[in-house]
């Protein structure tokens, strides 16, 4: 029996696993990008001991009142974070009760942790260590949100997520600046639980002793590179032994390149400005702790796509400041200065403003170490010129996406954001066809952007909300129908025409409606440069048998009608006005609010303005200029 049982065991050894089947690690690759790595981990920042670094850091005028405000925490007990907080989300989908507290530690953390390395009087030090402590001790760093079935919070799983990937490159940047200040106990306890809660599950997908988790391979979304990036930069500051930071450089080479194929080829963030901020923002900090990490070796920013994506923001940019919401994005959302300043010099774009954007301590603390500490690229100072000037348009033709501006960028004329692409993006809406409107500095044509993030939100009741369905979006009613999701839902591109003094872009809408009875519906725009510019928006619609169309105007500003019909919607004294030419057939108007739960409590008005009997073909235009005397 025994003779039998040996040979199974040998048997068995060559047997291969069913992971190892689907994952095999090239330990020459490994081998060879340990080969590229200082002998010595290194993180963002400067360790404490670096007194003419930080000393510098203290005499900023924007970084004067740091130690100020950390003192406020020296006394305060770590936030609590009982049970109960985190299992609201389950009961109710609530899930800010949890994140405010859970956000305050590790803010609070890398406040102090900065106060103490400006001040290096010690004074810090215990309350930073019960902060660890009680970041440590949490039964898991995964949030409720993405926690769904439990099984992080009751230890049945050990995951990633992007709180658990963030989580880590803190803790390590921590241990990083402030070394052995720090009690040995609990640098080891640093080290003990990120290993648990983070190196050992990526470990084990990228050896094929787990399963991969959906964001590794998945091309889709910001999920890849924040967690790669807090994963691997953690690794990269942390781990003593360079064979093993090798396995980390292997998953990054052949796992971080998902992020860039969920971008389009043309640099379009479907997610929106503010994922764009948070995703490529990841992927930017975790190209430079390779770089870093690698002596200039490995420069994952060195690529044309790359370059088109961090270009993003500068085309995307509608006029004075003010970038479209699509998707879930904020009506708010600007691009992130910090990394506008490490882009501006990396890729020699010259362009002024960025560097005179003000510095904070703001963010993550591996944010701040790298772009106020070790500030890269500050030897290209000497290649800023000046001030840019706004391109006419630009096209982001995979995306059809048309951002169209006047001569010079003048904010007192019309500038407009176009909406094609299809209803199966990142961070959806129902919404090809859309459009934003922007007079001196003003979206007075909106679109309203994300709401508040809850259990619907991200569940099969999503596009019950008024703002992530395309009721609240300017783009039409067909049959009574709203626009339906899916990638099949799609603006297909007829025509483009591009001019000096003009802009034409032409949409078949007709796939994103689940409506039978529909032949085709086209949606043309007809941007002039004429004068402050106009708008003229045309729907051709056309059925097999009479249905319902309906269109509407969706704005935060104020809306009203004059005698002649003309709406006209106000911000202040900048206005638009909008005339409505049905070819003789009447309409009836609605105004409504749209109270959905937004994150700045402000809510958009929709216009909507329906023909009143059914018809087989219908031409509906909208004519948008400014108001006179404006």
Known sequence: ???????????????????????????????????????EPCGFGAPISNR????????????????????????????????????????????????????????????????????????????????????????????????????NFYGRKVQIDLACATASWYLATADYMLGDRL????????????????????LAMIRGEEELLWWMTEQTNNWNSVCIGGVAGAALTLIDSREERGLFLYGVEKYAPNYILSLTDDGYCSEGLGYWNYGFGHYIMLAEAVRQATGGQWDM????????????????????????????CSIEARPNPRYMRYLNRRYEWG?????????????????????????P???????????????????????????????????????????????????????????????????????????????????????????????????????????KTGADAKAVV??????????????????????????????????????????KITDNVEFFSPETYENAIVTFSSISQDANGTFVVREGDTALRIDIDSRGFRFTTKT????EDLPLKKYPTRTGFALEKPVRKATVTLSIRPADGN
Not at 16 to 30: E, K, L
Not at 183 to 202: C, K, Y
Not at 353 to 374: D, K, Q
Not at 428 to 444: E, F, P, R, W
Request: aromatic fraction near 10%; glycine fraction near 8%.
């Open 1 to 39: 029996m025994k003779r039998i049982c040996a040979i199974l065991a040998v048997i068995c050894i060559f047997l291969p696993n069913p992971a190892d089947t689907q994952i095999r690690i090239d330990a020459a690759r490994v081998k060879e990008l340990a080969s590229l790595l200082e002998a």
């Open 52 to 151: 003419e670094v930080w000393n510098r850091i203290g005499r900023e005028p924007s970084f004067e009142d740091v130690v100020e405000r950390a003192v406020t925490f020296i006394n305060e007990p770590v936030p609590e974070l009982p049970d109960s907080l985190f299992l609201e989300f389950s009961r109710n989908g609530n899930r800010y009760n949890y994140q405010a507290p859970f956000g305050r530690r590790r803010s609070s953390l890398a406040l102090m942790t900065i106060a103490e390395c400006i001040e290096n009087r010690g004074r810090f030090i215990p309350a930073i260590e019960r902060y660890i402590r009680g970041i440590c001790t949490e039964k898991t760093w995964v949030l409720p949100a993405h926690d769904r079935d439990l099984d």
């Open 183 to 202: 009690d040995g106990p609990v640098r080891r306890l640093i080290r003990d639980e990120v290993r648990r809660r983070a190196f050992d599950p990526f």
């Open 301 to 328: 920013l060195d690529n044309g796509k790359v370059r088109r994506i961090a270009e993003y923001p500068l085309n995307v940019e509608i006029a004075g400041d003010i970038y479209p919401a699509f998707a879930d």
């Open 351 to 375: 362009i002024g403003e960025w560097e005179t954007a003000p510095r904070s301590y703001g963010g993550s603390l591996y944010e701040f170490a790298l772009y106020e500490v070790t500030d």
């Open 377 to 483: 690229y500050s030897n290209r100072l000497s290649i800023i010129s000046g001030e840019r000037s706004p391109k006419l348009r630009h096209w982001f033709e995979h995306a059809g996406i048309l951002i169209v501006r006047p001569h010079g960028g003048a904010e007192n004329c019309l500038a407009v954001a176009l909406k094609g692409g299809h209803n199966g993006e990142q961070h959806n809406h129902n919404d090809v066809g859309s459009y934003v409107a922007v007079l001196g500095g003003k979206a007075l044509l909106a679109d309203p952007g994300g709401e508040v993030y809850t259990a619907r939100t991200f569940s099969s009741q999503r596009y019950e909300s008024n703002v992530l369905n395309s009721f609240g979006h300017p783009v039409p009613v067909i049959a009574g129908k709203l626009q």
């Open 494 to 535: 007829l025509e483009t025409d591009f001019t000096e003094s003009s802009d034409r872009l032409v949409l078949d809408l007709t796939t994103a409606y689940d409506v039978p009875e529909l032949k085709r519906l086209t949606r043309t725009f007809e941007y002039s440069r004429e004068g402050r510019g106009s708008l």
């Open 592 to 595: 409504e609010e749209i109270t």
